[in-house]
């Protein structure tokens, strides 16, 4: 008798709860990291941001509050990186100008005026002229799709639903000024009685359970196709991770179907991750018939260039990857990809090099 591949527990109760704290409370703490490498940033949502949570923010900060934003919106509102040595080589984390709003503030300074200013920051109706330069609000520019608290702030504003321009500042300790660590943090979120998000939890719509362990699951909306992503394992450090990339039905992967082929291959590709001990799988679908004039070889390019934009992502800048896109089976090929974002990447199928590539937004 052949058993049926059971649905993944689509439910995260804990972080659905997490995330309407978030928007009850209108802040939260966000930590990444262990160690001495562990990092917390007080994080509020610069839409509704008022001038007594800016004032909290920088009482238990270094007093710097930061406007974390989209390259595309800091070009819209023609806020340009600063140019210095510091922003050459990370996409994570980019100062641009500083600003105040160009209407309602006094000295610009104040928890009020700084509210207000974060407040013009988020709105879609903004325009250039809306806003002051130099100021006293330093603008952060982040990609969603990357690493970091600032790219952290803008996914965890989206998975509210919320604008993403996020209000961010570090969390300090009172004592020496020196950088909160955990306990400090759990406090802190005590006192003010906000939630605290681990960085790591906003890049996931859900989870399901494997035979051998949690995936989490993540959709999103790419350039004509929707993205299924499911993660297994340790991505970071030194391990190579297998990525899977398939061309086939999103029921098999997110719903467990057996209803078809495509649910057996996913359990198939699913023993080979588990087995493996650490990558993801990603089904690529047209499933708004958007992809139906693309010639197979640019359709073929595209999807490896996002494949590229979901691994780094993930973390991931050495995998192998395995499936029908790349010629092969369930066995994992030899393709090695980049070490660092600016890497090339090689396959069977053709040679393609990591450049700007736009961010792959969430479907769900």
């Known amino acids: 008798m052949t058993s049926t591949p059971q649905g993944p527990a689509l439910a995260d109760s804990r972080r659905n709860e997490l995330l309407l704290s978030f928007r009850q409370s209108g802040m939260a703490i966000v930590i990444d990291g262990v160690g001495e490498s562990f990092r917390a940033d007080l994080v509020a949502p610069a839409e509704t941001v008022d001038g007594r949570q800016?004032?909290?923010?920088?009482e238990y900060s270094s007093g710097l509050v930061c406007a974390a934003v989209t390259d595309s919106h800091a070009?819209?509102?023609?806020?340009?990186?600063?140019?210095?040595?510091?922003n050459k080589g990370d996409a994570n984390r980019r100062f641009s100008v500083a600003v105040d709003a160009a209407d309602g503030v006094t000295t610009g300074i104040s928890a009020r005026d700084r509210a207000l200013t974060l407040g013009v920051l988020a709105s879609t109706d903004s325009r250039p002229a809306d806003l002051t330069r130099p100021g006293h609000v330093m603008v952060l520019r982040a990609d969603p799709a990357g690493r970091g608290q600032a790219a952290a702030a803008l996914r965890l504003c989206h998975l509210a639903s919320l604008p993403r321009v996020a209000a961010i500042a570090p969390l300090m300790f009172d004592e020496n000024d020196q950088i909160a660590n955990r306990e400090h943090t759990q406090m802190l979120a005590a006192i003010l009685e906000i939630p605290v998000i681990d960085s790591a939890d906003t890049r996931w719509?859900?989870?399901a359970h494997g035979t051998q362990g949690e995936w989490k699951l993540s959709v999103f909306d790419a350039d004509c196709d929707?993205?299924?992503?499911?993660?297994?394992?340790?991505?970071e450090g030194d391990a190579v991770p297998l990525i899977g990339i398939r061309g086939r039905c999103l029921d098999s992967e997110v719903g467990g179907s057996a209803a078809c082929r495509c649910g057996l291959e996913a359990a198939a590709w699913t023993r080979t991750v588990e087995q493996?001990?650490?990558?993801?799988?990603?089904?690529y679908r047209d499933r708004y018939q958007r992809c139906v004039d693309r010639p197979a070889a640019e359709l073929a390019r595209m999807r490896f260039e996002q494949t590229k934009v979901l691994a780094r992502m993930l973390g991931i800048y050495r995998y192998r990857i395995f499936g029908p896109?790349?010629?092969g089976g369930t066995q994992p090929a030899a393709y090695r990809g980049p070490r660092s974002a600016n890497s090339t990447v090689m396959s069977d199928l053709m040679d393609f090099t990591d450049g700007s590539d736009p961010y792959?937004?969430?479907a769900v």
Request: glycine share 10%; with cysteine.
């Open 75 to 86: 070009a819209r509102l023609e806020l340009p990186d600063i140019p210095t040595a510091s």
């Open 325 to 327: 896109l790349v010629g």
């Open 54 to 58: 800016v004032a909290k923010m920088i």
């Open 205 to 207: 719509n859900a989870t």
């Open 276 to 283: 493996h001990g650490a990558g993801a799988i990603l089904v």
């Open 360 to 362: 792959i937004q969430r």
């Open 226 to 235: 929707v993205v299924c992503v499911r993660a297994f394992g340790r991505l």
